[in-house]
């Protein structure tokens, strides 16, 4: 795949772009506002329209935001949890100047290279201020397939295992 980067180092304020659904998800839809403070980025986002992510399999239990340069490094951003109305809001940084951002379903949120299910996408808007140059920014996915599962003991599946307190079972 390819990403639109852009290089918000040399900005004088913030600045706007859209995202968009992939063909995985048509209907969501979002905005970020964009600006390069001394020695980091700040993004704040707001998404919408992000169903379950276990509509794409049962291993997928979150999205996680992730910003890309042009060389291909990934930066995880963050976890972007849903409200009620399946819109989220999101506040992070990154140390990276020029880069693309992207959502992806994940098994979790610690992962540390983008899945293949991307389910958002930056794009540029017409009013996007100053002076910026997209580059083509190739990102290298994890192999779609079975990778994530889970074994589960015949006791704890039938969910007739151990009672537990509430203290150890979040322990």
């Not at 972007?80 to 994940?106: C, M, P, R, W, Y």
């Not at 002076?131 to 779609?144: G, I, M, N, T």
Request: glycine share 8%; charged share 20%.
């Amino acid at each position: 795949r390819s990403l639109a980067a852009v290089n918000y180092g040399q900005r004088s304020g913030p600045t706007k772009i859209d995202f968009r659904g992939t063909v995985l998800a048509p209907e969501t839809r979002g905005n970020a506002t964009v600006e390069a403070k001394v020695g980091s980025v700040s993004i704040h986002a707001k998404l919408e329209g992000l169903d379950s992510p276990a509509k794409y399999g049962p291993q997928y239990l979150t999205y996680v935001l992730w910003a890309i340069s042009p060389e291909g490094q990934t930066e995880r951003l963050g976890e972007v949890i849903t409200n009620h109305k399946d819109d989220a809001k999101l506040d992070v940084t990154t140390s990276l100047q020029t880069f693309g951002l992207l959502v992806t379903a994940e098994p979790y949120f610690a992962v540390s290279k983008p899945g293949p299910v991307v389910v958002m996408e930056n794009i540029l808007r017409p009013d996007t201020i100053g002076a910026s140059e997209p580059v083509s920014a190739k990102y290298e996915l994890l192999p779609r397939s079975e990778t994530y599962t889970v074994n589960l003991q015949p006791a704890a599946a039938s969910g007739s295992g151990p009672m537990v307190s509430q203290r150890e079972y979040e322990a």
